[in-house]
C-alpha cells in the first residue's frame, strides 16, 4: 500500500463550486504539505502544518483552506473554484530530522471549468 | 528573493554521462535536494546535500558549493528510463524548500 494517499486523483468542477482534496499518510510523519504544479513553473507550496495544532500559509494561499483532521489526515479546499486553479496537486510528508526528505503523494489533476 | 534556476531541458544518448546545473539564492541555507519527476507521476527523492562536495550513489551523483550558491546532478551510463525531468530544490532558514522548475531530460537511444 502507498505511505501517501491522494483522492480523488482527478476532478473536474465547475467555476464557483467548492471542493475538497484530500491526503492520507501511514509514515508517522508530523509534517505534511500541500503544493501545486503548473507546466513550467516549479512546485508551489499552498500550506503547510508541522502538527495537528499548527497551520501555516505558503506562497499561494489566497482562495485555499485546509484542515489538519488528525496526524495521518491534511485536507485542502477550494472555496470557491476558478479557471485559474487548474493545476496538479501534491501532498507532501516529512520527518522532523535534520533532512526533511519529503515524501510525495501520487497528484490530484484538478480541472475547472 | 529567493530564486532557483536550471535549464528548462537537456538531451542525451542512452548510455552517455550528462550534468544537470542548478544555482540558487536563498535566504539562508540548510541544505539542497534533487527530486525526479516522471510525467504526470509524483516527485521522488534523489539526493541531498548540505556540505560542499559530491556525494556518489550509484549511478548518480551530486555536488554542492556553498560560496558558489550553486549544484549539479550528474548521471552516469544513461538509460532510457532515466528520462524523467529533475527538479532542484533549495531550503531555507525557515526549513522551507524553495522549488526550481525542473529540468525536462530527454534520452535518445
Known amino acids: 500500500d502507498a505511505d501517501v494517499t491522494q483522492t480523488p486523483r482527478n476532478r473536474i468542477t465547475k467555476t464557483g463550486k467548492r471542493i475538497m482534496l484530500e491526503c492520507s499518510q501511514t509514515k508517522g510523519h508530523d509534517r505534511m504539505y500541500w503544493y501545486r504544479q503548473d507546466p513550467g513553473l516549479g512546485l508551489r507550496l499552498i500550506y503547510y502544518s508541522f502538527d495537528v495544532k499548527d497551520i501555516n500559509k505558503g506562497e499561494i494561499s489566497d482562495g485555499y483552506s485546509v484542515s489538519r483532521q488528525a496526524q495521518a489526515k491534511f485536507s485542502l479546499s477550494l472555496e470557491s473554484a476558478i479557471p485559474n486553479q487548474t493545476a496538479l496537486y501534491f501532498c507532501a510528508t516529512s520527518d522532523t530530522g535534520e533532512i526533511n526528505e519529503q515524501f510525495f503523494g501520487p497528484g490530484t489533476r484538478l480541472t475547472v471549468l | 528573493g529567493q530564486n532557483i534556476d536550471q535549464p528548462t531541458e537537456m538531451t542525451a544518448t542512452e548510455g552517455a554521462i550528462v550534468q544537470i546545473n542548478c544555482t540558487y539564492q536563498?535566504?539562508?541555507?540548510?541544505?539542497l535536494f534533487w527530486y525526479q519527476q516522471h510525467a504526470g507521476e509524483a516527485p521522488t527523492f534523489l539526493s541531498y546535500n548540505v556540505l560542499d562536495g559530491l556525494e556518489e550513489k550509484g549511478r548518480f551523483s551530486s555536488f554542492l558549493s556553498r560560496s558558489k550558491g550553486y549544484s549539479y546532478l550528474l548521471l552516469k551510463e544513461l538509460q532510457m528510463k532515466d528520462s524523467a525531468s529533475y527538479l532542484c530544490a533549495a531550503l531555507d532558514s525557515n526549513y522551507q524548500l524553495i522549488w526550481g522548475a525542473g529540468t525536462k531530460l530527454i534520452i535518445k537511444p
Open positions: 536563498t535566504s539562508g541555507f540548510n541544505g
